[in-house]
């Protein structure tokens, strides 16, 4: 697969090919659109993940480990 890229506008839903790339293009295509965010749209807030780390004090537990763990 061969990829072009060129810049055009749309117009009622179409969009028009470069003169200079038609000849090389075959009668199937796969159309990826990439549009500029003009600011209009909502962006999506990202929340950080953060990892933290815990300590427990396990002398005093009534349990032993492998108790703990059986299912």
Do not use: C, W
């Amino acid at each position: 697969m061969q990829a072009i890229e060129f810049i055009t506008q749309a117009k009622n839903g179409t969009i028009t090919i470069p003169t200079e790339y038609l000849d090389r293009l075959g009668t199937e295509l796969k159309v990826i659109i990439l549009f500029e965010n003009k600011g209009n749209e909502p962006k999506i807030a990202h929340k950080k993940r953060t990892l933290t780390s815990l300590n427990i004090d396990t002398k005093d537990l009534p349990l032993t480990r492998d108790e703990t763990n059986e299912r």
